[in-house]
């Protein structure tokens, strides 16, 4: 009998712990999608195989084919249990939020940054923006699953500014786009040329100076603002 179907088949362990077959069946389909964020990101949609994530997974390629019937399918799918979940998991905090505007958009800030700064996120964007083009169908559901819903995330933070007098209304159409946008790119920066840029920022000072930026563009300004000196 596989190894796979054999619950008792070793005893022994190795140094990244349990054996693969001894795990709970339910607990496959989470590995094979974060297999499948790292193979994507790693080696782009069109060179990635569900030969090389089923490996990565360490499942065989019949055990994926249970879940997902095609490469497409299998990106929807991580899409949905990496980028979803984590959206999901944003959109309950801040509903639930009891700080102030200003207070919840540095949240959201700090929370989607720890988000895209890792490695396989930074690596998911630069496939998105290089190569999703070619694929329209998989370019369009990747806009509507994370683009839009992090917008819309976005809007309900600067809507509760604006309605506390916090945030400008003026800012409101721009800053819902630039900031997850802002996020991104820093990541992608960071991990793919933060290695030769010869003035090199730390993440904590990256997402120090958004949240900098940001709240100086956005914050509501004073009614009356002193006459500048010549």
Known sequence: MAPDSTPEASTTHPA???????RRPEARPEEILT??????GEEGFARATLDRVAERAGVCKGTLYLYFDSKEELFRG?????CGVVLAKAEERLRTFQGTATEALELFIRSMWDEVRRTEMASLARLVHAELGHFPELAR???????????????GVLDRGIASGE??????AYAARAIPALLVQGAMHQRGFGCY??????DEELVEGVIDLVLHGV???PSEVPNSKD
């Open 167 to 172: 945030f400008r209304p003026e800012a409101r």
């Open 78 to 82: 991580m899409v949905r249990g990496k």
């Open 141 to 155: 559901f990747y806009f509507d699953e994370v683009i839009v819903r992090t917008r819309s995330l976005m809007r």
């Open 16 to 22: 990244g712990g349990e054996p693969k077959w001894r």
């Open 219 to 221: 914050r509501n300004r």
């Open 35 to 40: 297999a499948a964020l790292q193979v994507f």
């Open 197 to 202: 840029d010869p003035e090199a920022i730390s």
